[in-house]
């Protein structure tokens, strides 16, 4: 049995060595920030054509029972020990969207007209309700200069709500990047998997996007709940990823579940706290936050500028 457990080991640091390619400042989340509006303010180095490049970040596991924290990456996970970890008290998630097709695989034109006129009257459920759809709207009003005319990156999408909101607030194009495969329908909303968005940033055809909206999405990569490979790092990879290809001046409009301490619920999600939030939003000038849907709402959703202009 211990044998058994060696080997696992070993091909848990295989992992680890692999995600690391290209990576950096961008793993090292012992990088230490300055005081800021909200968390300390990280300064990181990033290489984006090795973050771009390397394919392993965007695996995906094999099927079969999702995994449990591995013994040899509960230190990355945990940050050292400055992250809580937890675990889901039933079953672990197990759903495999990537590279296979998404939740809702086609997005037709009067889909996406139809919940943008409802986003506009306050009516959109979206993913998580009327209220938390409008603070969303809220947060694309405060960066409408970079939204209106802009071409848009949605990262994490099972379900074109975001989308549609944007389309309402007057974006001219909009790229969603998902690990299902989803066909669009809609002139201004096209989609891309991973491995079509490292394709498109090797061969230069990436565009430099004006902002990057993402909600309830980052804090899942890399747990395996999505039939992602494990990645200590996924999230960070994600949105550094992010800012290699937002222009200077751009806004990044983030949603993810926020509370005092940091904490992993395995495999469902991460909740940040300044430790973690410090290391999401590296390099990036913070500039406001909303006010959540409800006293009891789990996410918190960050207005953000990528400096340079």
Not at 5 to 26: A, N, P, Q, T
Not at 231 to 251: E, M
Not at 257 to 271: K, V
Request: glycine share 10%.
């Amino acid at each position: 049995e211990e044998e058994e457990e060696e080997r696992k080991d070993l091909l848990h640091l295989l992992r680890i060595e692999e995600l690391l390619v290209g990576c950096g400042d961008v793993c090292d989340t012992d990088i230490q920030g300055v005081e800021s509006l909200f968390f300390p303010r990280l300064t990181k180095e990033v290489d984006c054509v090795g973050l771009w490049s390397n394919a392993a970040i965007d695996k995906s596991r094999p099927p079969g029972p999702a995994p449990e924290i591995p013994r040899v990456m509960r230190e990355h996970f945990s940050y050292g020990g400055r992250v809580s970890l937890g675990r889901r008290p039933h079953d672990l998630y197990n759903a495999h969207y990537l590279d296979a097709p998404a939740l809702v695989p086609v997005w037709t034109a009067e889909m996406v007209d139809g919940w943008a006129d409802m986003c506009g009257k306050g009516t959109l459920g979206g993913s998580y309700g009327e209220a938390e759809t409008e603070m969303l709207l809220q947060g694309l009003w405060r960066i409408r200069a970079s939204i209106r005319e802009g071409h848009v990156l949605v990262i994490g999408s099972e379900r074109p709500w975001i989308e549609a909101c944007l389309v309402h607030a007057g974006a001219r194009e909009i790229t969603t990047l998902e690990y299902g495969k989803i066909q669009s329908e809609h002139a201004k909303v096209r989609t891309m998997i991973p491995a079509e968005a490292r394709e498109a940033f090797a061969n230069g055809t990436m565009p430099s996007f004006d902002a990057v909206v993402s909600f309830s999405s980052v804090e899942h990569t890399g747990l395996g709940r999505y039939g992602d490979a494990l990645n200590p790092w996924g999230d960070l990879q994600t949105i550094a990823r992010a800012w290699c290809v937002t222009r200077a001046g751009g806004t990044m409009l983030l949603g993810v579940p926020s509370a005092g301490q940091d904490t992993l619920f395995w495999n469902a999600h991460r909740s940040y706290g300044s430790v973690m939030w410090s290391h999401l939003a590296a390099n990036w000038d913070q500039v406001s936050r909303l006010d959540r849907s409800a006293p009891d709402a789990d996410h918190l959703l960050l207005l953000f500028r990528k400096p340079g202009l």
